[in-house]
């Protein structure tokens, strides 16, 4: 499972082909909006997801499992806001 980035200064930034703002939404509206927004990409496409529900840190990886989408990367902004980096895959 990614874990969260200490330093964002040393991170290769990541090119996000989407953006979803799922901030001040509860579970389980932030998996069902990402995977709405994940159907519309082609394989290879990065999501990006803002969210502000802390229970999103354990949903976002077992999500990326269950789906088989690849979890990139995530990490906590300083305004409290959890991003995820997830690449859509083949299928």
């Known amino acids: 499972m990614p874990m969260p980035l200490e330093d ?9 082909d989407r953006l979803l703002d799922a901030r001040g939404l509860l579970c389980p509206m932030p998996i069902v909006k990402a995977g709405k927004e994940i159907k519309s990409l082609a394989p290879g496409q990065v999501l ?8 999103a840190i354990a949903d976002f990886p077992a999500w990326a499992d269950d789906t088989g ?4 990367e995530w990490h906590e902004e300083p305004d409290g806001a959890l991003v995820f980096y997830v690449r859509k895959v083949e299928g």
């Not at 990006?48 to 229970?55: V, Y």
């Not at 989408?69 to 990139?72: A, C, D, F, G, N």
């Open 69 to 72: 989408h690849e979890l990139i």
């Open 8 to 16: 964002n200064d040393d991170m290769t930034t990541i090119k996000e």
């Open 48 to 55: 990006k997801i803002l969210a502000t529900d802390r229970g």
